[in-house]
T-cell receptor, first 111, second 117 residues
Framework: KQEVTQIPAALSVPEGENLVLNCSFT??????LQWFRQDPGKGLTSLLL?????REQTSGRLNASLDKSSGRSTLYIAASQPGDSATYLC??????????FGKGTKLTVNP | DGGITQSPKYLFRKEGQNVTLSCEQN?????MYWYRQDPGQGLRLIYY???????QKGDIAEGYSVSREKKESFPLTVTSAQKNPTAFYLC????????????????FGPGTRLLVL
């Protein structure tokens, strides 16, 4: 059964810092991995989708990497801004398995 | 504008009452999902539907019911049998379902917060 762990659970940084969010998952038989962002009281917004054959995916200041064999993914945020404050969720996706969501990392970027 | 809409934004339920949460999508997606989110917890799957007139139970289906009569709509009913319904409910959709062999991106609605009076 897939289990997802995200470390740290919460992170507070000053504006402008580069930061890394970590995700580990127990079942490496995945098709892809998706990173979502959730603002308080809102739905989830997809940030990046990495195919299992890829090692990295970039969108603006965000870069996600995937090491499928070791069951790890990282989300790198460059030059963080207060608008980046949200909870970030990592979701590994298998072919026929229901999605498993971790508890996420709650990021606060202070001006 | 394509997307997923959920209504209402807030819903209050009285003891013993059934309430229905609406979810509509105009993305022409085959698959739709309902998740429950509790504070400090990950999302948990309640029900999902991969095609019209078909749906499957998720991990926490007890006390909930759904229907999928139209491709665009996947309403969730929280019945009186659900003893702890207070939570944030999220609806999502994807082009294909979980058994499609290739999981597409899931798109999420803005959510409905259900509170018990």
């Amino acid at each position: 059964k897939q289990e997802v762990t995200q470390i740290p659970a919460a992170l507070s940084v000053p504006e402008g810092e580069n930061l890394v969010l970590n995700c580990s998952f127990t079942d490496s038989a995945i098709y892809n991995l998706q990173w979502f962002r959730q603002d308080p009281g809102k739905g989830l917004t997809s940030l990046l989708l990495i195919q299992s054959s890829q090692r990295e995916q970039t969108s603006g200041r965000l870069n996600a990497s995937l090491d499928k064999s070791s069951g790890r993914s990282t989300l790198y945020i460059a030059a963080s801004q207060p608008g980046d404050s949200a909870t970030y969720l990592c979701v590994p996706q298998g072919g026929s398995e229901k999605l498993v969501f971790g508890k996420g990392t709650k990021l606060t970027v202070n001006p | 504008d394509g997307g997923i809409t959920q209504s209402p934004k807030y819903l209050f339920r009285k003891e013993g009452q059934n309430v229905t949460l609406s979810c509509e999508q105009n993305l022409n997606h085959d698959a739709m999902y309902w998740y429950r989110q509790d504070p400090g917890q990950g999302l948990r799957l309640i029900y999902y539907s991969q095609i019209v007139n078909d749906f499957q139970k998720g991990d926490i289906a007890e006390g909930y019911s759904v229907s999928r009569e139209k491709k665009e709509s996947f309403p969730l009913t929280v019945t009186s049998a659900q003893k702890n319904p207070t939570a944030f409910y999220l609806c999502a959709s994807s082009i294909r379902g979980l058994a499609g062999g290739y999981q597409e991106t899931q798109y999420f609605g803005p959510g409905t917060r259900l509170l018990v009076l």
